[in-house]
């Protein structure tokens, strides 16, 4: 069992920076695939950012290469999303993740837990 807890959301205008944390309960934090989604109002949750086990592979949705960067540090338990850039379509409420196995980073039924989720907004 794995507890997800997300924090860093906030209110920032359009080209500001937030950085998201996600914090696991338990030892095998390194074991585990970790992701970052997002669900706007009225739409589905979609796939924002991942990354493998060791943190050496990521991935990114097209709409936030070269904004977001996902990194992981396996000692504090606790992946990130650092997001620059930011554009009021950004916002929403941003969840974190963690995958036993992953064979496409975008399906979300791939992913075992799941935060509570933070909210970003974006303002124009």
């Known amino acids: 069992q794995v507890q997800l807890v997300e924090s860093g959301g906030g209110l920032v205008q359009a080209g500001g920076s937030l950085r998201l944390s996600c914090a696991a309960s338990g030892r095998t934090f390194s074991s585990y695939v970790m992701g970052w989604f997002r669900q706007a109002p009225g739409k589905e949750r979609e796939f924002v950012a991942g990354?493998?086990?060791?943190?050496?592979?990521?991935s990114y949705a097209d709409s936030v290469k070269g904004r977001f960067t996902i990194s992981r540090d396996n000692a504090k338990n606790t992946v990130y999303l650092q997001m620059n850039s930011l554009r009021p379509e950004d916002t929403a409420i941003y969840y974190c993740?963690?995958?036993?196995?992953?064979?496409?980073?975008?399906?979300?039924?791939?992913?075992?837990?799941w935060g509570q989720g933070t909210q970003v907004t974006v303002s124009a």
């Open positions: 990354i493998s086990r060791s943190g050496t592979n990521t």
């Open positions: 993740a963690a995958a036993k196995v992953i064979i496409n980073w975008y399906v979300r039924d791939q992913y075992d837990y």
